[in-house]
């Protein structure tokens, strides 16, 4: 146990090293070829071509995993640490814009599907596992959130009453508009397009287009209309 512990703390010494060190090198003094570079050695997996601009934080580089072709740009911060089991997986292509918040907590798994783009400030936050399909499109400022707070209880804080996490799913081809919020144990589907400022709290069948708070399916992507409403604005992809 005691020699489990000495080296998870010489693991921890050398991401703290590598990530001060060479996580602030500009792009123009060959910034991202030493992190793709030298960051493998760190990291769960990191495969070719991965951009990774400067200014990017990494917590618990052991549990990330990073597949090709992947760009990640200035003020994200990605974190594993909390659980042994904590993985966040990103796949082929995937893109994350500037200042976007990615947080496993405990025991959880984040993956984001291949060629998926995540827009500037946008917050995916565990404990509860959360799947994003592939050739996905989350506008900026969209709130992805698998956790709720328990609060039955009028005198003891609700800091204190714990938490239920479900988890969340987004399938693949799904387009959130700008400010979006998804609640816990909600699943998308295919398809599916969920317009700005919508709050999902509840499961939006494949191929729907969802507008409102709460979030309400108003017609198919076929254009059959499934309810009287007027939607709301779309913005775009980033």
């Not at 070829?33 to 052991?62: N, P, W």
């Not at 089991?85 to 500037?98: P, Q, T």
Request: proline share 4%; aromatic share 6%.
């Amino acid at each position: 146990m005691n020699n489990l512990k000495v080296f998870s703390k010489l693991k921890r010494l050398q991401e703290i090293l590598l990530t001060t060190f060479l996580g602030d090198i500009p792009t123009i003094f060959g910034g991202v070829k030493l992190r793709t570079l030298l960051y493998r050695t760190i990291f769960a997996q990191l495969g070719s071509s991965v951009y990774i601009q400067d200014g990017v934080e990494f917590l618990s580089t052991d549990s990330i995993e990073i597949e090709n072709g992947v760009y990640i740009f200035k003020g994200v911060r990605m974190d594993g640490k909390g659980h042994e089991n904590n993985r966040i997986h990103l796949k082929n292509g995937v893109v994350i814009e500037r200042n976007v918040v990615i947080g496993a907590l405990n025991n959880t798994c984040i993956e984001i599907g291949q060629d998926t783009f995540i827009g500037p400030n946008v917050c995916i936050s565990g404990p509860g596992d959360i799947k994003i399909g592939k050739h996905c499109l989350i506008a900026a400022h969209t709130g992805i959130y698998a956790n709720n707070h328990n609060f039955a209880d009028p005198i003891e804080p609700i800091k204190y009453q714990g938490i239920t996490c479900k988890g969340i799913a987004i399938e693949d081809d799904c387009w959130l508009g700008h400010g979006v919020k998804v609640l816990d144990g909600v699943t998308i589907g295919r398809g599916s397009v969920i317009g700005a400022g919508a709050v999902v709290t509840k499961d939006i069948p494949p191929f729907s287009v969802a507008v409102g708070i709460p979030a309400r399916v108003i017609k198919s992507r076929d254009g059959k209309e499934l309810a009287k409403s007027t939607e709301l604005p779309m913005s775009s992809s980033n």
